[in-house]
């Protein structure tokens, strides 16, 4: 194994060394040090920490990966994995992964985080900024804050009082659960003034038609916004301009400085204390000038000013490690206990296109019950990782009718994680995610679809037997919250599975609100006991709410 190297342990000297290298003047006798070997960090597979975070941050993680371990990016999806914002985080506090890749923390996290002891170290890697675009043609080139206030609460209707053509103004939004709609209401209104999104009348999945969240068009009169990033790559193929806002455009040297007033930091987290472990040496790498480069190289705009460098020939890729099956998560078992009852983690499969991490839960008064539970743990895993399986969500045969089959999905990773644990429940829940291509068009293109699915169990320890909603609390003060929720985010995107297409329907969620008809006693739900929360995961059974690739959640608080 090779040991990890790293010559500066400290971000805070990191400015100041830079500068050295380009200032100093080097004596002759002293060869001169290139940042490839001041910054340098070296791993191995049996050294790898684990890898989570964000999906908008996946694609530059992974590649990062793929630099360390001298791998394709292909071989690294193995070794990283991306299982959303708050599980990253859970996971990071609760030392199921070591490295979580996310905006910084929200306050619920880091109350959580100092709850359970924990500091949370971060390490600026990429700001993203917050853009809105237009149609080209649009002569607006810029608007103010309180112009955009004004435009998403409904008071300005009309591009020409903001100095554009005699045209109506169509604010689209996006979902209530996007970061990009959580950004919207940080930066520019509260949640409580956004006015009503643009609907269109499109028939529900019970037959009836009704009006529902419209998708951005590129019409005219639209308005559009998101994190840059994923603007440029996920703009499924509509022509857009990019806006100043209060007259500074969002470029790669102003977002840099922080002159473009709409920025969020992503950053490269750990665990306080850790920072001479690989995760806060992979860290640490991703913060200097090589991991800087390499965010630029893949479309991301870094934390400080990257140096342009002719481009070098590609060097060739090494073979995966032959050992690979023995990589540090297969190696790595955390024991949670909580009222009695244990749940051991450990690698339940692995091959080239699967990695999947299992629970098995000791601890029951009755032994027959927990050889049961389990089994039903282990049932669950296999169904999952079946290379047959596809995910059951809204506009799956869309995907199907276009060439989706099991074999274009290149990678699929399941973690099992026992979210609450008491004398009355064990809640389970199981994440897939699978990285598949689609054919896009007649052209022969395809289109790269990352699918999120959620499985869950709730369980009655000295039973065995399922703890359904109903049995957990009463349905008739959870739909009050829930309906008080839908209508509260009523400017969800909803769509029919006739309306899902393979660019259409990505990551594309939410709640037809006037159709709700109350919580059934076998919804599908997690506890997560931590964060005092229900979860009611929206799925494909669920009538009133539908799903694109990325499966979603109603919280509600167990104080309410």
């Not at 194994?1 to 830079?18: E, F, P």
């Not at 600026?124 to 853009?131: D, G, K, R, S, W």
């Not at 790669?252 to 472990?277: D, F, H, K, W």
Request: aromatic share 8%; proline share 6%.
């Amino acid at each position: 194994m090779r040991k990890l190297v790293c010559v500066i342990v400290c971000l805070s000297m990191l400015a100041g060394l830079c500068a050295c290298t380009h200032t100093a003047e080097v004596p002759e006798d002293v060869p001169a040090v290139s940042d490839e070997d001041l910054y340098a960090v070296e791993m191995e597979d049996k050294a790898w920490p684990v890898i989570d975070g964000s999906s908008a941050f996946l694609p530059f993680y992974t590649a990062a990966a793929a630099r360390l371990l001298e791998v394709s990016e292909e071989e690294a999806s193995r070794y990283v994995r991306c299982s959303t914002t708050d599980f990253a985080y859970t996971d990071l506090i609760e030392g199921r992964a070591d490295l979580a890749f996310c905006f910084l923390p929200p306050e619920n996290i880091v109350r959580l985080a100092s709850r359970e002891g924990i500091t949370l170290a971060c390490y600026p890697i990429l700001n993203e900024a917050f853009v809105f675009f237009v149609n080209p043609d649009n002569p607006v080139e810029s608007l103010t804050l309180q112009q955009l206030r004004g435009i998403y609460a409904g008071t300005i209707v009309n591009w020409s009082e903001v100095g554009g053509n005699d045209e109506p103004i169509l604010p689209f939004q996006l979902t209530e659960s996007s970061s990009g709609q959580a950004a919207l209401t940080r930066f520019v209104i509260p949640a409580g003034e956004l006015a009503a999104a643009p609907s269109a009348l499109r028939p529900g999945t019970m037959g009836e038609e009704g009006d529902v969240t419209a998708f951005y068009d590129g019409s005219a009169g639209a308005i559009g916004y998101g994190y840059l990033h994923a603007a440029q790559v996920q703009n499924d193929g509509l022509a857009y301009k990019l806006l100043k806002i209060e007259g500074i455009e969002p470029s790669e040297e102003n977002i840099q400085s922080g002159a473009y007033p709409l920025i969020s930091q992503a950053c490269a987290v750990i665990r306080g204390g850790e920072e001479e472990t690989a995760a806060g040496q992979f860290a640490q790498w991703c913060a200097w000038p090589l991991g800087q480069a390499l965010a630029k190289e893949k479309g991301y705009v870094p934390n400080m000013p990257v140096e342009e460098k002719e481009p070098a020939g590609e060097e060739p890729v090494q073979a995966p490690p032959s050992d690979h099956a023995d990589i540090s998560l297969s190696g790595k078992k955390a024991v949670l206990q909580q009222s009695g009852l244990t749940a051991e983690y450990s690698v339940y499969r692995e091959d080239d296109r699967l990695y999947a991490m299992g629970a098995a839960i000791g601890g029951f008064a009755d032994s027959s019950v927990e050889k049961a539970v389990n089994e039903r743990i282990r049932n669950k895993l296999d169904r999952l990782c079946d290379p047959s399986y596809l995910p059951d969500l809204q506009g799956i045969e869309t995907y199907k009718a276009a060439g989706l089959v099991p074999e274009n999905c290149r990678y699929k990773t399941v973690y099992t994680r026992v979210t609450a644990s008491s004398t009355e429940l064990l809640s389970i829940v199981f994440t897939c995610s699978m990285d598949c291509e689609v054919p896009a068009g007649k052209d022969g293109k395809t289109q790269t679809l990352f699918f999120n699915v959620c499985e869950t169990m709730n369980i009655d320890p000295a039973t065995g037997k399922d703890v359904l909603l109903s049995a957990f609390a009463p349905l008739a003060s959870l739909d009050g919250q829930t309906e008080q929720y839908l209508r509260q985010n009523a400017g969800t995107v909803y769509q029919d599975e006739d309306s899902f297409g393979p660019f259409e329907g990505a990551a594309s969620a939410g709640v037809r609100v006037t159709a709700f008809p109350g919580l059934s006693h076998t919804q599908k739900y997690y506890l997560d006991a931590a964060a005092g929360t229900i979860y009611l995961v929206l799925d494909a059974g669920t009538p009133w709410a539908v799903t694109g690739t990325d499966f979603s959640c109603i919280p509600i608080e167990l104080s309410k």
